[in-house]
Nanobody, 127 residues
């Protein structure tokens, strides 16, 4: 599985961005995807998750209410809409994916639990 992230950029406080992550390769059916971010000097942290169907989503408290994660109808592209951006949102944003185990119900929220990673896209929010 290959992941290609895009959509980062420089925005002012209060602005919005839409990040995209395109998945390609074999055996994509059933794959769950998420977004993480890593600011300079900090650990990579969970941002949002979306299950294969697109109906199951989960957000970090730091972005809840400002972010929407979604999948396209083909389920191979995941979007992260981030609104009301703050300087604290400045980071490299990574998309990631994993194949859930059969009957798995727990949402994975740590980097080590994700198998596939994109290259990252920089988001910079100016004050």
């Amino acid at each position: 599985v290959q992941l290609q992230a895009s959509g980062g950029g420089l925005v002012q406080t209060g602005g919005s961005l839409r990040l995209s992550c395109a998945a390609s390769g074999r055996d994509l059916i059933g794959i769950a995807m998420g977004w993480f971010r890593q600011a300079p000097g900090k650990e990579r942290e969970f941002v949002a998750y979306v299950g294969w169907s697109g109906r199951s989503t989960h957000y970090a408290d730091s972005v809840k209410g400002r972010c929407t994660i979604s999948r396209d109808s083909a389920k191979t592209t995941v979007y992260l809409q981030v609104n009301r951006l703050k300087p604290d949102d400045t980071a490299v944003y990574y998309c990631a994916a994993y194949m859930p185990d059969a009957y798995e119900v727990v949402i994975r929220r740590t980097p080590n639990e994700y198998t596939y990673w994109g290259q990252g896209t920089q988001v910079t929010v100016s004050s």
